[in-house]
């Protein structure tokens, strides 16, 4: 049986899961490397330590999925669902995620650098110490979202609401915040 797993797993890479229903199934460390996976169904999937690099997860249902320590660079999640889906210490770098939903997800330590988060929702998402150095999180709704010790440097905020955000120790040099409804109800010019 396990012998059989790792073979399927092998043959995920560059595969074609269009609309698949792969709900609750153990993908741990398993490669999905440039997989084509739209509107494919993972909720409460365990893809702990997966290579998703550069997979097309557009419109996915990932919602209690769990993605630490997964590899996501370069992946298209636009419009995904990932409500409450654990991303800890997740590599996110350059992915899409426009317009995704990421509310009450769990991405503390993860790198989101270059990063396209425009228009996603974070509500009380968990982003504490991640990287999002050069992300776009223009429009953004990030109420409530515990964002302490993250990396935002050079980040584009401008027209995100930030407001009930926990933004405690983090770094938003060269950041751009113009129109942004601040956690003390201001907006920034």
Request: charged share 25%.
């Amino acid at each position: 049986m396990l012998h059989r797993a790792r073979l399927l797993r092998a043959k995920l890479t560059g595969a074609n899961l269009t609309d698949a229903n792969l709900n609750k199934t153990d993908l741990k460390n398993a490669s999905l490397a440039r997989a084509k996976a739209p509107r494919a169904l993972f909720y409460e999937a365990d893809l702990t330590a997966a290579d998703l690099t550069g997979t097309d997860l557009t419109e996915a249902k990932l919602q209690k999925a769990r993605l630490v320590r997964a590899k996501l660079d370069g992946a298209r999640l636009s419009e995904a669902m990932l409500t409450g889906a654990r991303l800890d210490e997740a590599s996110l770098r350059g992915a899409d995620l426009k317009a995704a939903n990421l509310v009450e997800a769990r991405l503390r330590g993860a790198d989101l650098d270059g990063a396209n988060l425009d228009n996603a929702g974070l509500v009380d998402a968990v982003l504490r110490e991640a990287r999002l150095r050069g992300a776009n999180l223009s429009q953004a709704d990030l109420f409530g979202a515990d964002l302490s010790d993250a990396d935002l440097a050079g980040a584009n905020l401008s027209e995100a609401r930030l407001s009930g955000a926990n933004l405690t120790g983090a770094k938003l040099a060269g950041a751009n915040l113009k129109g942004a409804l601040m956690p003390d109800g201001s907006v920034h010019e």
